[in-house]
T-cell receptor, first 117, second 110 residues
Framework: GAVVSQHPSWVICKSGTSVKIECRSL??????MFWYRQFPKQSLMLMAT?????????EQGVEKDKFLINHASLTLSTLTVTSAHPEDSSFYIC?????????????FGPGTRLTVL | QKEVEQNSGPLSVPEGAIASLNCTYS??????FFWYRQYSGKSPELIMF????GDKEDGRFTAQLNKASQYVSLLIRDSQPSDSATYLC??????????FGKGTMLLVSP
């Protein structure tokens, strides 16, 4: 149980284009999902907390107009990187919150590697 | 600023030995504690969580929590080369948001 998928697993795009990443909880409902970014050899950085049916809460320093988050259902959250630039190239990872194990626990998707040329 | 501290390592142990990974946290009000394993280029995967003082065992893994000392550890018995990864300690300080340590790299040599 508690499986989270992400799509696509990797994407290469040109500078200035937008990229949408999907995060799905496959066998449970998740009212809360999280989006992280990880640069090479660095730790996970929380970008935003996504709650179903409401606006996402962004961490300090994360541009909400650049990283659009939509959590339209209990099993799907999307992150859209708008007008992507090379400095946005990173490993984007989502997680979904589940209480299946008896304690609210974050289960991570496999990640999406974004390369902006 | 809430902090979670881990020794970056690498921690090198021979195959079959016990690996001991340590983590300290700054917020005394922290409620639950998680250990994740992250292989290079992959996303974190949950190993186990603990929220009561003492030990919690799951197979070859044992998590230990001491809230008075603000200390949590992970022991890996009979370490295998496949255990070589970065181990992330994460602390839930409420509202389900996790604060992650920077991780300890574990190298298990055959």
């Amino acid at each position: 149980g508690a499986v989270v998928s992400q799509h696509p697993s990797w994407v290469i795009c040109k500078s200035g284009t937008s990229v949408k990443i999907e995060c799905r909880s496959l066998d449970f409902q998740a009212t809360t999902m999280f989006w992280y970014r990880q640069f090479p050899k660095q730790s996970l950085m929380l970008m935003a907390t996504s709650n179903e049916g409401s606006k996402a809460t962004y961490e300090q320093g994360v541009e909400k107009d650049k990283f659009l988050i939509n959590h339209a259902s209990l099993t799907l959250s999307t992150l859209t990187v708008t007008s992507a630039h090379p400095e946005d190239s990173s490993f984007y990872i989502c997680s979904a919150l589940s209480g299946l194990a008896g304690s609210d626990t974050q289960y991570f998707g496999p990640g999406t590697r974004l390369t902006v040329l | 600023q809430k902090e979670v501290e881990q020794n970056s390592g690498p921690l090198s142990v021979p195959e079959g030995a016990i690996a001991s990974l340590n983590c300290t946290y700054s917020d005394r009000g922290s409620q639950s504690f998680f250990w994740y394993r992250q292989y290079s280029g992959k996303s974190p995967e949950l190993i186990m969580f603990i929220y009561s003082n003492g030990d919690k065992e799951d197979g070859r893994f044992t998590a230990q929590l001491n809230k008075a000392s603000q200390y949590v550890s992970l022991l890996i018995r009979d370490s295998q080369p496949s255990d070589s990864a970065t181990y992330l300690c994460a602390v839930n300080e409420g509202y389900s948001t996790l604060t992650f340590g920077k991780g300890t790299m574990l190298l298990v040599s055959p």
